[in-house]
């Protein structure tokens, strides 16, 4: 596994709800945070993988929004 692209999705979705208005930053962000634990309270992914995502969707978004 490289990265998780649970954590991505979830990511770049709250980055689209807080950019266009439609939630606020504090809430937006509960999703992704859930995400991650999620994933590694579950043994889902690797920490690694969790961390990655993110950092991956934050530059994606950061390219495309």
Avoid: E, N, Q
Avoid at 36 to 60: E, N
């Amino acid at each position: 596994k490289l990265f998780s692209g649970h954590t991505a999705f979830s990511v770049i979705v709250a980055m689209v709800l807080v950019k266009h208005g439609i939630w606020s930053a504090s809430v937006a962000w509960i999703y992704p945070v859930w995400m991650g634990m999620y994933l590694l309270l579950t043994r889902g992914h690797y920490t690694s993988d969790v961390i990655l995502g993110a950092i991956i969707a934050f530059l994606m978004s950061r390219l495309l929004l």
